[in-house]
């Protein structure tokens, strides 16, 4: 029993005197997991080495090179995934249309086209956008912040991708391209859209009459047609104002055909009889009396 006590008092001075102070170290530790703030962005890191990680994103140092096309990245991760466009991997596929993608975010991005969830909403114009770098760029635009210049004419963007798609237009680099085809893109976006061109996959689908098609552009389109430009004579719906009003003029040429045709007529009927004398026309009623007036004063 004494023993027992020995050894109770010994664990309660070794709590007493190492417990608390590891606890508290440890609790601390937590409690500052997120100290090291960086102060370009705000974001924050439990350690001084991830936050100095991080600030090469904000920098123009881009270390990592690509061996077949010159890009080059801030992140080795980032070259690896880049490394997918020259080997064609593309290891994340949508169930919903077979789609496939390099990077697991892509798909994830893709996969919001079919749901059609788009959580972040902007505070000032309630736009919602499908990620949330998309809408922090859009802010942007709103407060007119353009804190990346470009050093040969000055222009202000938004983002540093944006930078760097802009610098493309003064060098000629086409980083990006097609490994079916060869063509060369100068963003990634660009290629990707090319690539549909090469596959047999319609991702994009009508909601109203379940068309498919290859491109969104093409989608928003055709959703035009359900929106409605109308043709008040005959109808006949159009994508367009535009067209729709190339069409319109195609009414006025066939009511003039027959307007003429209408008046030829008449004036055939007034060498015949039930001519007054004086008259130039036959009785007319107010119906010819309003071709006659339209065909006389053009």
Known sequence: MEGQDQNQDQHQDWGSSCCPSKWKKKRKGKAGSKGHRCPLCSKTFQSAERLKVHQIVHSEERPHICGDCGASFKVLNSLKL??????????????????????????????????????????VCGKCFTESSALTVHRRRHMGETPYQCDVCGKGCTTLSELRQHRRQHTGEKPFWCHQCDKRFVTKQSLQ??????????????????????????????????????????????????IRANHKRSHKWLDMLWRNERLQKLQMMSAGHGVVPGQTGPPAGPGDLAVKREWTES
């Open 82 to 123: 880049h490394w997918r466009i020259h080997t064609g991997e593309k290891p994340y596929s949508c169930v919903e249309c077979g789609a496939s993608f390099s990077v697991s975010s892509s798909l994830k991005k893709h996969q919001r086209l079919h749901t059609g969830e788009k959580p972040y909403k902007c505070d």
């Open 193 to 242: 859209n090319h690539e549909v061109i090469h596959s047999d996959l319609k991702p994009f689908i009508c909601g109203e009459c379940g068309a498919a098609f290859k491109l969104a552009v093409s989608l928003r389109g055709h959703q035009r047609v359900h929106a409605g430009y109308q043709c008040d004579a005959c109808g006949e719906m159009f994508a367009t104002a535009l």
